[in-house]
């Protein structure tokens, strides 16, 4: 009996000493059709507690469950959790014999828990879930969490294997502490077909280890897809750190992006670190990029056997050697179609307007790159340096300074060919380059020099900027995103112009105040600067007002996923912002 209550004691005594308490769900028998509900803090736990504390079911039952979630949560308390230590994560990997993964469903029916805290820089597999296998997450958002943990840490995800993960999000900061690294916004790594669908991660991420594998959205990918997604937070780490992803890996990212700023050692990018068999499709980065070493790209920092399509970077790339403005390596039968770049590339050698290194059979087709070039040697305006590799139809314009080996088109090129491809000899200072025909301004714009852009495909790939109000005369890609007047509108964040929600499905609700009476005009374009939809055209008086916007055009039509811009017109401004549909 004494020793029973000492038991007891303990028990209780450990329980005040973490602060946590379990309830059992309300409703529900974990099945999919009738799933438990979570309504609270004490229900969260209950899921991951262990046996000592729910022994019926038993924690493998509760971790293969299905759940909703039924209202927001506010998790700040977790703070105070196992000695300081905080959240518990559902589902475990340690080794490859003791693994636990959660295997069920959670959906957040686009409800949110707040304030999450983890300290655990000795543990990997770190987040609201630790690990998951076959499951499959979805309306979830995560707000101002802070989560410190030693490899594989992300916010929603430490680690996933054939798993998707469908609208979530998640803010705040996020830390690790391990050489591994693998370390994401949202998800640390995520392989074996697993999908990241509709979500996006506004955190800061880093940490105090040697870290590799570091992205804004995912540390790292294998086998698997983000599709529709974004990521808006600073990302700092070592090597393989991309603005969305650290490193993919047989693995697809389509219609994402990225605008934080990204900082690294060597294959630091915009969008993704490192790139090998992979695909990037419809995607862009904006920011600052910045790698201490090699391979820094705009939109990603070394690519080998891989492919990026209709895709731009806005990006300021900085670097040592093998920095571009798209992408800083290029290798191994890899290929840039349909893509350009705009942002300043500074570096010492190896540097490119668009491409940093070109090598290995490698190819850049129907291209281009505009933004200003410095470096020191083996500098272009386009490529920095060609070995074994195919230009075509491609051209470049932007300013092109160095030492040595300095080209309006490529710096230096070994064994390699360039057909139909072009640079502006006025604008980027340089009138000779190892490869490409130089011309003057008048020829490259609209309507063009008899000699030059010969045989380029004006029907589906390239359009004419007969107007000079799209990129200033030269010709611009039909199916690449452009940004919408750049060199008229400032696209601005401010509290006198806003949506919410962001990214939406189906409708969004812009909200603006003015503060003098007068005529407001709100009109939506798409990511081309083409109008879209005509919201508003009318007297306002001061004050706030709203309207929504259902994501159609004017003729009443449903639009297609992607980055639309809202211009206000108003007596005290003209100012653009951005929002995401997502379906």
């Not at 509900?37 to 022994?55: D, F, G, M, Q, R």
Request: hydrophobic share 30%; with cysteine.
């Amino acid at each position: 009996m004494k020793y029973s209550g000492a038991i007891l004691l303990l028990v209780m005594l450990s329980i005040g000493l973490t602060a946590q308490t379990v309830i059992e769900p309300s409703a529900g028998d974990g099945s999919q059709d009738n799933p438990y509900e979570i309504a609270s803090l004490e229900n969260l736990y209950w899921i991951t507690a262990s046996e000592c504390y729910v022994p019926d079911p038993d924690q493998e039952t509760r971790w293969s469950s299905h759940y909703i979630q039924t209202a927001d949560i506010d998790a700040s308390d977790t703070i105070n959790w196992f000695e300081e230590q905080g959240w518990n994560p559902i589902g475990y990997w340690i080794t490859s014999l003791d693994n636990r993964p959660f295997t069920g469903s959670y959906n957040g029916e686009n409800h949110s828990i707040d304030a999450i805290y983890i300290n655990r820089p000795n543990n990997d597999g770190v987040g609201l879930f630790g690990n998951v296998e076959g499951a499959t997450i979805e309306n979830l958002g995560l707000t101002n969490i802070d989560i410190t943990g030693n490899n594989t840490v992300g916010s929603l995800v430490g680690a996933q294997h054939a798993t998707t993960i469908i609208n979530c999000y998640s803010t705040g900061s996020i830390n690790g502490t391990g050489y591994v690294g693998y370390v994401g916004g949202l998800v640390g790594g995520q392989l074996d077909n697993s999908h990241i669908v509709d979500s996006y991660s506004s955190v800061s991420v880093g940490g105090t280890g040697y870290l590799e594998f570091v992205g804004g959205l995912v540390g790292g990918q294998s086998g698997s897809v983000i599709n529709n997604s974004y990521s808006s937070g600073s990302v700092d780490g070592d090597s393989q750190v991309g603005g969305l992803v650290g490193t993919q890996v047989n693995s697809t990212i389509n219609d994402s992006y990225s605008t934080g700023s990204v900082n690294g050692y060597s294959q630091v990018g915009g969008l993704a670190g490192n790139q090998f068999s992979s695909t990037i499709s419809n995607s862009y980065s904006s920011g600052i990029v910045t790698g201490t070493e090699s391979a820094v790209g705009g939109l990603v920092g070394m690519q080998s056997n891989s492919t990026i399509t209709n895709s731009y970077s806005t990006v300021d790339a900085s670097g040592e050697a093998g920095v571009g403005g798209l992408l800083g390596y290029q290798s191994n039968n890899s290929t840039v179609s349909k893509s350009n770049s705009t942002g300043s590339v500074n570096g010492v050698e190896i540097i490119g307007g668009l491409v940093g290194v070109q090598e290995s059979n490698c190819t850049i087709s129907d291209s281009y790159s505009t933004g200003s070039v410095n470096g020191n040697s083996q500098v272009g305006g386009l490529v920095g340096i060609q070995v074994s590799s195919i230009i075509n139809d491609s051209y470049s314009t932007g300013s092109v300074s160095g030492q040595s080996w300095v080209g309006g088109l490529i710096g230096a090129q070994s064994d390699s060919s360039t057909f139909s491809s072009y640079w502006d000899m006025e604008t980027s200072g340089q009138t000779s380059s190892v490869g490409g025909e130089g011309r003057n301004t008048d020829e490259m714009t609209y309507p063009y020099g008899t000699a030059t852009f010969v045989d380029w495909d004006f029907n589906d790939i390239w359009a004419e900027d007969v107007d000079y109000d799209i990129n200033n005369g030269y010709p611009y890609l039909t199916d690449v995103t452009l940004s919408l007047e750049d060199d008229v509108i400032e696209v601005v964040e401010s509290l006198t112009l806003t949506n919410y929600p962001n990214p939406f499905n189906p409708e969004t609700t812009i909200k603006f105040r003015i503060s003098v009476p007068g005529n407001v005009e709100l009109t939506v374009y798409n990511i081309k600067g083409e109008r879209i939809s005509k919201l508003l055209k009318e007297f306002k008086e001061a004050g706030e007002h709203s309207i929504v916007w259902d994501g159609k055009n004017d003729l009443g039509q449903p639009v297609s996923s992607g980055v639309y811009f809202y211009r206000m017109i108003t007596p005290e401004y003209d100012r653009v912002n951005k929002m995401l549909l997502l379906k």
